[in-house]
């Protein structure tokens, strides 16, 4: 696995700023469109991400005691609260302003930069998928979400699904572990490890089996 060094606090507002350009491009009606995430529309995925940006801790700390430290459960009623009661253009403006800004209260200060940056990628694309949006990630940012991923536990679960796998980018130059392979397009990689399945298609290796049980769970 490299070891180069990166500002993944340049590259999460550069990642922002893109998801910012892609909210300026779709028409409004898309907003309620599905995401790769199940059960969750457009907005819902983008008001996830402001209420981290912009919620101060003291009311994440009262959430999380509410719903017995459901963290996803939570996550998702206040992700549906926020972004049923706020017209398009709002959430829009409001993610400009949380870049523009670089707003980072509460849970934002506590997840660590990295996480964060991977976090905003895979939302950015857990969006552009199914509306067939595909984009160019820039080469230094799946290279910096991949040396990340391998120790990411938490919700993302990452270094669970990485681990006794050898991980190989097709079009990149990078490779992480040891064991049966997993092979395929950085992007792919990377939304795989993160418990997305949609690009499973995209990979080959004798890992894949493994990997289908892990995204299974």
Known sequence: MPTTAHDYQALLWAES???GSLLDELDDDAFDDATLCAGWKVRDVVSHM???HTTPLPSVVL???KSGFNVPKASLTT???YGSSHSVPAIRAEWHRVVDERVM???GKLVPTKEAFVDHLIHHQDIRRPLG????IPVDRLAAALDAMPAIGGLVKSKKRMAGLRWT?????WTFGDGPDITGPAEALILLSSGRRAPIAEVSGAGIPTLEKRLAR
Request: no cysteine; aromatic share 4%.
């Open 17 to 19: 700023a893109d998801l």
């Open 50 to 52: 402001l209420w981290a």
């Open 63 to 65: 959430l999380a005691l």
């Open 79 to 81: 992700a549906v609260t």
């Open 105 to 107: 209260k509460g849970l």
């Open 133 to 136: 949006l595909p984009r160019s």
């Open 169 to 173: 980018a097709t079009d990149i130059d």
